[in-house]
């Protein structure tokens, strides 16, 4: 089945503890993006990669860091989590330089106190 | 810059009764739009897109939405609701340069029986 899985799926953390979100997909493609959800912002762009190794800043990069070492895996990394990190954050991936259609993962909801 | 504005965070229709979901845009391009559906717990999913082409385009579960340049719009409508449709819909277009998409704000939808 085609499908882009995170983990964890819940997580609740404090101040300052390095924490790694996992995000994995099976349908070859080469754009991954991750967002963030609040209430009444809608989803705001963290970080994107057009490929393996390429990388960039999208509307709200700061306190995140991402890699792409692997064309199926795009995990997002909090190195000093704040609790205005504390959101919904959803991975996605999409083929070529992903002007089409995006497939989202589950969602992570992720706690800061 | 692009950007995109959902008239309306709430909407609360009757079962049976014409659904319509406000987008408006902004591009400095010719935009890639899409609608793309939140139901409780879940990760998003697309509805509908317009890339180029026919302007009224169609989408699943009987969705659809007209691209009208001249009123940079792009609205979501559907005949008849279901109670089934009440979920969170998100507004979308192509962003400039090398990202994907920009969201809008949402707009939650319930359905009164």
């Known amino acids: 089945e085609a499908q882009v899985t995170q983990n964890p799926r819940y997580l609740i953390t404090v101040t300052g503890k390095k924490l790694t979100v996992t995000c994995s997909q099976n349908m070859n493609h080469e754009y991954m993006s991750w967002y963030r959800q609040d209430p009444g912002l809608g989803l705001r762009q963290i970080y994107y990669s057009m490929n393996v190794e390429v990388t960039d800043k999208g509307d709200v990069p700061e306190g995140y860091k991402v890699s792409r070492k692997e064309k199926r895996n795009f995990p997002l990394i909090l190195e000093s989590p704040s609790p205005n990190q504390t959101s919904l954050y959803f991975c996605?991936?999409?083929?070529?330089?992903?002007?089409?259609?995006?497939?989202f993962g589950p969602g992570t909801r992720l706690t800061v106190t | 810059a692009q950007s995109v504005t959902q008239l309306g965070s709430h909407v609360s229709v009757s079962e049976g009764a014409l659904v319509l979901l406000r987008c408006n845009y902004s591009?400095?391009?010719?935009?890639?739009l899409f609608w793309y559906v939140q139901y409780p717990n879940q990760g998003l999913q697309l509805l509908l897109k317009?890339?180029?082409?026919?302007?009224l385009v169609k989408g699943i579960n009987g969705f659809e939405a007209e691209f009208k340049k001249s009123e940079t719009s792009f609205h979501l409508t559907k005949p008849s609701a279901h109670m089934s449709d009440a979920a969170e819909y998100f507004c979308a277009v192509r962003g400039t340069g090398r990202r994907a998409l920009t969201f809008g704000s949402g707009t939650r939808l319930q359905v009164q029986p």
């Open positions: 591009s400095s391009v010719p935009p890639y």
């Open positions: 996605a991936s999409a083929q070529g330089g992903g002007i089409y259609e995006q497939y």
């Open positions: 317009y890339t180029t082409g026919a302007t």
